[in-house]
């Protein structure tokens, strides 16, 4: 479980349609008292990176934003993922991101035909949903007898 209850700073990062994603669950947590940074500046991910030891956590279904390539080199985000204290976990649907030595956990979404969307909003909800059984108390229903 990506365990972002224990940690008191988390980052939640994506490009393209992964921002998406990455501002969904920042919503729902904000909505129960979990503040986690989102930016959509690439530039302030890289300098998040840099300077973050808490958790970062990266959508990435392509895995295009943490391999290496020429987007990661041109940006310098292969860099700055290297040299990071962060902590770094990587939600993908691509295999080869397991591999790399500078994540330190990846949450793979297994999908064919293009569902991995319906997956990863159902990733978001479970991640909320243990969030909040985990936090929160909530008042029992039923007959006070």
């Given at each position: ?33 979990k ?7 690439i ?38 993922l ?53 936090n ?10």
């Amino acid at each position: 479980m990506i365990d972002i209850i224990q940690n008191h700073e988390v980052a939640l990062f994506g490009i393209f349609n992964s921002e998406n994603y990455a501002r969904e669950l920042q919503y729902n947590l904000a909505f129960h008292q979990k503040i986690c940074f989102t930016f959509l500046d690439i530039h302030k991910q890289i300098e998040y990176l840099r300077e973050s030891q808490g958790w970062v956590i990266i959508y990435s279904m392509s895995g295009e934003y943490v391999l290496d390539n020429g987007y990661s080199r041109y940006y310098g985000i292969l860099k700055a993922l290297k040299e990071s204290q962060a902590h770094i976990v990587v939600i993908t649907c691509q295999p080869k991101v397991a591999t790399l030595d500078y994540i330190d956990e990846v949450v793979m979404i297994h999908s064919k035909h293009g569902y991995h969307s319906y997956l990863v909003h159902c990733l978001n909800d479970w991640i909320l949903a243990s969030y909040i059984k985990r936090n929160k108390q909530f008042p029992k229903v039923g007959n006070k007898n």
